[in-house]
């Protein structure tokens, strides 16, 4: 259990769950959740004996749980032996059990870290049975187990969810890029027409046939073409710079998010990334989303280039002060290198040497770079490979000294 991974974590607490119930001799447990910060808890899982009697399912709102929740939320436990040892002031498990059951239960808190994450019950329907504090020390025990391992399976969704974030933002980038080239491209020739028709207009007023009507129609084309155009200008406005939010960041930040985020196709690609982050570098001023995209393009492109190698597969990721005003990032892989067949042309649309790639990855990476006021540029390593490098320009340019000995990474594996 302690190993499972996110994907195995369900089936292993159910069968836990049952390993444990046999084990006590007991009839139903079950596991609660609790969702995000709310003051609720949810069932989760169970495991049941057999020919138990009927049990009323999670969403039944046989009774208001409020109150049990929250003693349980609170890091309580309510354990009897026998109903008659049910609190009084709890009349409505009272209640309950006196309808469904079990004779004798413990509900104990789940606890992860310092946190309550949730709840589970145990009981037994058939007979009164007791509660030990070591038994009830050693439940708790096995639920921090399951409590930990929960949590592994919510930050993987948490961070799944992110990754879905950061391709929502590719998606826009790669359009922005994209619409807005179509505005500049389209607003020639629309304005081409524009004057060609105005021309066609003059002229056709000096010849004596139905000239209201290729008037009309022609003011009409100039109208559309006005329209089009104006319709152009709002979409490429949609996408501007402006809904961007600019806040001060840490690259070092940015570029440990990101590596967690890359972290498990890295290990299934049998590509081992090393970090040469300085400390206490100034910060930069962006866009945490649009920078973490410009990241992942680098080292989604590293990764793609190790493809090409069968072992020793490395990419590293360095953090360093450029000069004075400026810090760098620079990816570098061990992969075959830039080919040269496209090196002039990589930062243009639609360049890719990738059976399945895009050709825009570094184009809106650059876009992205240069709309923070920075730089990239790619060289080939000496001993193979290639190094993709951005700068951008320090938060607070005439302060604070690098206090890190170790050198920016130059291209090449060390
Ligand atoms: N680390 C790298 N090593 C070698 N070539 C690279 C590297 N990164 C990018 N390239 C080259 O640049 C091209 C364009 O990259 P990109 O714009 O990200 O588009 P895509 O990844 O869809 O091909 C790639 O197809 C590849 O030929
Ligand atoms: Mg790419």
């Given at each position: 259990m302690a190993h499972a991974r996110a994907e195995e974590v369900d089936g292993q607490i159910a069968t836990w769950l049952g390993k444990i119930c046999a084990g006590l001799d007991l009839d139903r447990s079950a596991i609660y959740e609790r969702h995000a910060h709310e003051r609720k808890i949810r069932y989760y899982k169970t495991w049941t004996r057999a020919g138990s009697p009927p049990f009323p399912a999670s969403d039944d709102s046989v009774w208001d749980t409020e109150q049990l929740d929250a003693w349980l939320l609170a890091g309580k436990r309510l354990v009897y032996s026998?109903?008659?040892?049910?609190?009084?002031?709890?009349p409505d498990v009272r209640r309950f059990v006196g309808q469904y059951g079990p004779i004798s239960s413990a509900i104990l808190p789940m606890w992860a870290g310092g946190r309550v994450i949730g709840a589970a019950s145990f009981g037994r329907f058939r007979s009164p049975r007791k509660w030990s504090p070591q038994l009830l020390q050693r439940l708790e025990f096995a639920l921090r187990v399951f409590g930990s391992a929960i949590e592994r399976k919510q930050a993987e969704a948490a961070s799944r969810l992110a990754q879905e974030e950061l391709a929502l933002t590719q998606r826009r980038s790669i359009m922005a890029e994209l619409i807005g080239s179509l505005a500049h491209e389209l607003n020639q020739p629309l304005g081409a027409i524009m004057s060609n028709l105005g021309g066609l207009a003059r002229l056709l007023s000096?010849?004596?046939?139905d000239r209201a009507l290729a008037l009309q129609a022609i003011n009409n084309a100039m109208e559309d073409t006005k329209r089009a155009s104006e319709i152009m200008r709002r979409v490429r406005s949609m996408f501007k710079g402006n809904q961007t939010q600019k806040i001060e960041l840490d690259l070092g930040d940015l570029v440990n998010d990101v590596v967690r985020l890359v972290t498990r196709e890295a290990v299934e690609r049998d590509v081992a990334i090393h970090l040469d982050v300085q400390r206490l570098l100034p910060k930069v001023t962006g866009d945490h989303i649009l920078l973490q995209q410009c990241i992942l393009n680098l080292l989604m492109n590293a990764l793609d280039a190790c493809?090409?190698?069968?072992?020793?597969k490395r990419i590293t990721i360095g953090v360093a002060r450029?000069?004075?005003d400026a810090i760098a990032l620079t990816v570098s892989d061990?992969?075959?290198?830039?080919?040269q067949g496209v090196a002039r042309r990589l930062?243009?649309?639609?360049?890719?040497?990738?059976?399945?790639?895009?050709?825009?990855g570094l184009l809106v990476t650059r876009s992205i770079v240069e709309q923070h006021g920075g730089k990239i540029s790619c060289e080939s390593n000496p001993d193979g490979g290639a190094t993709f490098s951005f700068t951008l320009p320090a938060a607070n340019r005439k302060s604070h000294g690098s206090q890190s000995s170790r050198g920016r990474v130059k291209g090449g594996s060390r």
């Open positions: 026998r109903p008659s040892e049910i609190p009084a002031e709890f000096r010849v004596n046939t493809d090409g190698k069968s072992d020793h450029e000069n004075s061990n992969g075959p290198g830039i080919d930062f243009e649309p639609f360049v890719t040497t990738k059976a399945n790639g895009m050709g825009l």
